[in-house]
């Protein structure tokens, strides 16, 4: 069975947001994934973490274990707690047709400290995103200066 870490970062809620997804299989570590993913709330980058998850996850098994130190998503896909967002409510449609790739869909909510690689990833993205995004201003201020 694949296992699953999946993080979603946001500075500022709604702010900058990443995502970070770890792939395992017999306590190996198979591949991993980071994106930016613009502007979003926390709730919407774990989310999307977990859409990315289950999209990368298909092409590997079809039993899967997604950890995720959201107790949110835990529980919303354990079908313990009710989705009240409206913008969550539309991923959270088209993660539920997502998990119909798959024989079996494990939801496990683990502590942050337990989590960290995949916390990790999505921090990076969004920290590659800004340098980029900074490094790109530097440029373009210095093609100003020397067209003076």
């Given amino acids: 069975m694949l296992v699953v870490n999946i993080d979603g970062a946001s ?18 570590r198979i591949t991993e994934y980071k994106e930016f993913i613009g502007k979003k709330t926390n709730n919407q980058a774990e989310y999307a973490a977990l859409k990315k998850a289950l999209q990368i996850a298909s092409t590997f098994d079809n039993e899967l ?12 896909r354990n079908k313990l707690y009710r989705v009240r967002s409206k913008q969550l409510k539309i991923i959270f449609r088209e993660i539920s047709n997502l998990e119909r790739r798959f024989k079996m869909v494990i939801y496990k909510h683990i502590p942050r400290e337990k989590n960290e690689y995949a916390d990790l990833l999505a921090n990076q993205a969004i920290d590659e995103h800004n340098n980029k995004y900074q490094n790109n201003a530097v440029r373009s ?3 100003v200066k020397t067209q003076s």
């Avoid at 274990?65 to 919303?76: C, E, G, R, W």
């Fill in 11 to 28: 500075r500022g809620n709604p702010g900058p947001a990443g995502i970070g997804v770890v792939f395992v299989r017999d306590n190996t």
């Fill in 65 to 76: 274990t997604v950890l995720s130190d959201s107790q949110l998503i835990v529980n919303q």
């Fill in 141 to 143: 201020m210095a093609a």
